[in-house]
């Protein structure tokens, strides 16, 4: 059974940085793509980043410059670079992995831009 699961969110200040982390396990594949999505109280969660096996990456447009995505292999682990952070960023970031048949997601950790 594929798990995934996020680390790293907290509570920063406008205009600091965070580092999030997304593991995949439990497969002898690596993901296809794995993605970054995002969820602020009272909206829908919508897309932030993805990158595929290959390493082709996609941004929306508000953290176009700001957030960089990556990801390991060998490790099957992403990872969310957020620089330059705004409270409008302030969510619940959930991470996925995409497989051939199926999509997994995780729990979700919450990040918190606030002075």
């Known amino acids: 059974q594929v798990q995934v699961v996020e680390s790293g969110g907290g509570l920063v200040q406008p205009g600091g940085s965070l580092r999030v982390s997304c593991a995949a396990s439990?497969?002898?594949?690596?993901?296809?793509?794995m993605g970054w999505y995002r969820q602020a109280p009272g909206k829908q969660r919508e897309l932030v980043a993805v990158i595929s096996r290959g390493g082709s990456t996609n941004y929306t447009d508000s953290v176009k410059g700001r957030f960089t995505i990556s990801r390991d292999n060998d490790k099957n682990t992403m990872y969310l670079q957020m620089n330059s952070l705004k409270p409008e960023d302030t969510a619940v970031y959930y991470c996925?992995?995409?497989?051939?048949?199926?999509?997994?997601w995780g729990q979700g950790t919450q990040v918190t831009v606030s002075s």
């Open positions: 439990g497969s002898i594949f690596s993901p296809v793509a």
């Open positions: 996925n992995a995409v497989y051939r048949a199926q999509v997994y």
